[in-house]
């Protein structure tokens, strides 16, 4: 491994490298938060705070509108638009910043946009806090319901993992995704088979692909549909680290990855789970784990047990590359990097940001006790990075790729009206511990 003195670069040799491993690592780096989402989404659209009738039309709508979310939000957005942004490699919220930073040459505007793109990075390391603690504290907490005896363990457990997790962080997240990247691979393939076994009992829950059902839910009953974007959002938690992990692993594994594998694996688990609750309305209190047979539950549980720890993984590595981005440009002060890779320059190490972010995820454990309380204020910084996203990307595409500003306006307001609308549905979380 090659160290940079505080606030220095090194320049590390970088070579082609086989697709297939960086795919595979980008998997398991990358995609772990978003990929556990099925595990709690479509659960807390009906049995949360502001959960929704359980009605044949409402999980239609429900599905349909997840699914526009995941295409329109993930798919055109991210995948398509932004990953396109990259900053000599590096993606993130930095990457676009030190973008517009370039793009403006009038000094005020550019003063703000840089101010709102250090809050938009303030909010993903507030991700990168939240994300570690309710991931591996919910899986503490499924080995709970397994063996109740354990329930005095389970902070001094979470809090075990968690060192376990940081400490790792070293290796790089080649060697991470070396050791990840399967475990998530067979966490995927799973959710893609007990999905399409499900389907296949109801084909006909694949009519809410259609966004027909979206519409007439958003615009049938308003305030509900409203309320319920703020556990829609959950389908898309993690969004932000797809682009922020582009320099660990470089655009076109993560946007392989995620067209041919993650998202038909999602996509199907979550129609899956749609199907088996308008057959068995008793199945919405734990959907998820419903659609597997009762001799496959125990294994089902270990695995997802493994696949919300590594979902921590990808903001982790998102908050490593962002710091190095951020000293780059002068806003954050000198630390050591440490380059893990001689082949991808984008795989860091950043000691002290991974030390704080474990002090501060166990202080979060600590405090807040359980996933559920925790939940209250899991969205917030999600969607808050989302918008920002937006805004910067349409001035990267005014003024560095010169486009019709009509044209860019087109694209942006319907991606901006639709960051806004789960911002603000998030906003009401601000009482229960968003704040």
């Given amino acids: 491994m090659l160290t940079a003195p505080p606030g220095e670069e090194v320049t590390t040799v970088t070579g082609r490298k086989p697709l297939a491993p960086l795919i595979v690592g980008a998997i398991g780096v990358v995609f772990g938060d978003i990929g556990t989402s099925p595990l709690y989404t479509l659960r807390e659209c009906f049995t949360g705070a502001h959960g929704l009738p359980l009605t044949e039309e409402n999980v239609y709508g429900i599905l349909s509108v997840v699914f526009w979310a995941i295409t329109i939000i993930v798919t055109l957005k991210y995948v398509t638009l932004i990953m396109r942004a990259d900053n000599n490699g590096e993606g993130g919220i930095m990457a676009l910043t030190a973008l517009v930073s370039r793009g403006l040459t009038d000094r005020s505007g550019r003063r703000w946009l840089i101010v709102l793109g250090i809050f938009g990075a303030a909010m993903f390391y507030g991700d990168g806090m939240i994300t570690p603690a309710i991931s591996v504290l919910s899986a503490v907490e499924g080995l709970e319901v397994m063996a109740p005896a354990l329930k005095p363990f389970v902070i001094p457990f979470t809090l075990a993992v968690l060192i376990g997790l940081f400490s790792i962080q070293r290796n790089g997240t080649a060697s991470v995704g070396v ?6 691979c067979l966490w995927f393939a799973v959710l893609a088979l007990l999905g399409a076994m499900q389907i296949a009992r109801d084909p006909a829950v694949l009519a809410a692909l259609n966004p027909a059902y979206a519409f007439g839910f958003l615009t049938g009953n308003p305030l509900a549909a409203f309320l319920a974007l703020g556990a ?5 938690t993690g969004t932000e680290a797809l682009y922020a992990d582009m320099g660990h692993f470089g655009a076109t594994p993560i946007r392989r990855a995620w067209l041919f594998f993650v998202l038909p694996a999602l996509v199907l688990n979550y129609f899956g789970q749609g199907a088996l609750i308008i057959h068995d309305p008793a199945a919405i209190k734990n959907p998820f784990y419903l659609l597997a047979p009762s001799w496959a539950l125990l294994p089902l549980v270990v695995l997802a047990t493994c696949a919300t720890v590594i979902a921590s993984q990808a903001v982790i590595s998102g908050a490593f590359s962002l710091t190095r981005q951020a000293i780059q440009m002068g806003y954050c002060p000198r630390l050591t990097i440490t380059h893990t890779s001689d082949r991808q320059i984008g795989q860091i190490y950043v000691p002290f940001i991974n030390w704080t972010l474990m002090c501060a995820v166990m202080l979060l454990v600590v405090g807040f006790q359980s996933s559920s309380n925790l939940a209250a204020a899991y969205g917030i910084a999600v ?53």
């Fill in 383 to 435: 969607t808050m990075a989302l918008t920002i996203d937006s805004l910067l990307i349409y001035v990267v595409l005014t003024r560095l790729w010169h486009w019709n500003q009509i044209g860019a306006l087109a694209i942006v307001i319907p991606l901006l009206v639709i960051d806004l609308l789960f911002l603000s549905s998030n906003a009401l979380k601000i009482p229960q511990g968003g704040w």
């Fill in 232 to 236: 829609v959002v959950l389908a898309v």
């Fill in 179 to 184: 050791l990840f990247g399967p475990v998530v």
